[in-house]
C-alpha cells in the first residue's frame, strides 16, 4: 500500500464556478420576455421582406482588423481571440456586419436579386468593462440591406424598420439620432480640419487624454467619441462633418431626411456621432428610447443606445468583393429585455393547463402515467403532481394550476377502467370510462 493511500488528503472543498464576468444565464424567469423580444424581430422582419441568415460564431481574426479598423477599439481591445490547434487565429465575433459581408462573398449571394435583405438574431462577444447594458456576451439583431444602388431610401427604410422593431414592443417614443460622416473623397477633408482643431488646441489650453492623443494620428474621427470629460468640453467646438462633406454626400444626407419626413420618423441631428468602427460612410445613426417618456426607467440607468447602424459602401472591397452599396443596423436584445422589464411592458401570463390530473393510490399511480401521456399525444394540456402522495396536497397543486377540470383517478376507477372529471368552477363530476376520456374532454373543452 501507498502513503498517500494510507493517510488521504482531504478533499478540496469544491469550487463554485460562476459564469465568466460580464456573461449571463438567461434563467426561465426572464424566457418570456425574451421570446416576446424574438418574436417580434422574426415578425418584423418577414414584414419587412428580410431573410434569415445564420453566421458562424468563429471567425477569421483578420476579418475584423481589415473591417472595423485595426485602430477601432473593438479591434484593439476587445477581441476574443483563441488559437486552435492548428494554429489558426480565430476570434469569437464581436458584431455581425463583417461576418455577413464575408457570408455574401464567400457564397456568392450577389447573384441573388438586388438589394438582397438579410436579417439576424445572434450572440457577439466584446471584452468590455461591463456595466449597466454593457456585456461581454450580448444578443444583436441585425437588419442589412446589400446591394442595388446607393439610394437614400434604403437608409430611411433600414431606419424605419429598426425603429418598427421598438414601436412593435411598445417602446414607442425614440430618439433618432444621425449624422453623415461622408465618403473617400470628402472624409480626408473633414479628418485633416478636425486634426489641426486639436492640434491647435491642445498646445493652447486644456489637454486631451492619452487615448486621444493616439487617435489624433491613429483614428482622428473617434476623438468626437471620446467619454472623458476634458474631450467632451473640447470636442463642443470641434468642427463638424456636414460642413466638409462633399455635394454628393450633402445631396445624399438630404435624401435621406427628406425620406424619414415622408415616413414621419422624427430625428435629431448629432453632428459628432461618428460611431466606432471604420466600415461607415455617409449615413451613421443610433436610436435611443426618448427618457422624458419612459418615466419607469431609475434616473440612473444610463442613456445608451438601443440600436445602431449606417451605410457600409466600402466594406465589401475591403474584404476582397465587388463594390456593393450597404446599409444596415443592429439592435441589442439585453437592452430591449431589460427596458421592457423596467417599464413593465412584458409579464408572462402563467401557464394554466387545461386540466389537472389528481391520483390516489399506487395503482393509479401507476396507470396515471399513461393516462397523462395519451392525454398530451392528442393535444389535452394537463397537468399533474404525481410525485406528490396526499390528496390534499394534489388539490392544492390543481388549484394553484387555475385548471378549470380535474381528472381524479382512485383505486376503484383504476380497477374499473373510469375517471371522474370534475369541474372545478361548479362542484359538478361525473365517471367517464377511460376508452371515452378523449371525447368527454374535447367535447367540454370546445
Ligand atoms: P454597434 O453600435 O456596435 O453596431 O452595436 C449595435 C447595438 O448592439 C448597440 O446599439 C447596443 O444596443 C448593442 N451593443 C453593442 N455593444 C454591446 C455590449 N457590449 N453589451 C450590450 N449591448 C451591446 C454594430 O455592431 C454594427 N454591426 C451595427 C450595424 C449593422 N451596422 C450596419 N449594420
Known sequence: MTAAKNNPKPAAAPTSFQSPKGMHDVLPADQY?????????????????????????????????????????????????LRTRGDDALVLRPEGTASIARAYIQHGLSQLPKPLRLYYIGSMFRYEQPQAGRFRQFTQAGFEVIGGDDDPMYDAQTILTTCRLME????????????????????????????????????KSSTICKD????????????????NEACIEIKKNAPISLNSICAYCKAHFKGVLEYLDELNIPYVLDHYLVRGLDYYNRTVF???????????????????????????????????????????????????????????????????PQLFLIHIGDLAKK??????????????????????????????????????????FGQKEALEEGIIIRDLQTGAQETVPLTHVVHELRRRLK
Open 367 to 408: 396507470k396515471s402515467l399513461s393516462i397523462i401521456e395519451l392525454l398530451r399525444r392528442e393535444g389535452i394540456d394537463v397537468g399533474e403532481s404525481l410525485g406528490k402522495e396526499s390528496l390534499k396536497s394534489q388539490l392544492r397543486a390543481a388549484d394553484k394550476s387555475r385548471a378549470h377540470y380535474a381528472l381524479i
Open 212 to 227: 486621444c492623443e493616439r487617435r489624433l494620428t491613429a483614428n482622428p474621427l473617434r476623438l468626437l467619441d471620446c467619454k
Open 286 to 352: 443610433e436610436i435611443f428610447l426618448d427618457r422624458e417618456d419612459a418615466r419607469g426607467l431609475a434616473a440612473s440607468t444610463p442613456d445608451i443606445a438601443l440600436a445602431g447602424g449606417g451605410r457600409y459602401d466600402y466594406l465589401m472591397p475591403l474584404l476582397g468583393g465587388r463594390d456593393t452599396p450597404a446599409v444596415g443596423a443592429a439592435a441589442g436584445l439585453e437592452r430591449l429585455v431589460d427596458v421592457l422589464k423596467m417599464l413593465d411592458l412584458v409579464r408572462p401570463s402563467p401557464l394554466t
Open 168 to 203: 412593435s414592443l411598445k417602446l414607442a417614443k425614440l430618439i433618432v439620432k444621425l449624422n453623415s460622416i461622408g465618403c473617400k473623397t470628402c472624409r480626408p477633408v473633414y479628418r485633416k480640419k478636425l486634426v489641426d482643431f486639436y492640434k491647435n488646441r491642445n498646445s
Open 33 to 81: 420576455a425574451w421570446d416576446v423580444v424574438r418574436d417580434a424581430v422574426r415578425r418584423i422582419s418577414e414584414q419587412y421582406h428580410f431573410t434569415r441568415i445564420d453566421t458562424t460564431l468563429l471567425e477569421p481574426e483578420q476579418l475584423f482588423a481589415q473591417s472595423l479598423g485595426a485602430s477601432s477599439d473593438v479591434v484593439e481591445r476587445q477581441m476574443f481571440t
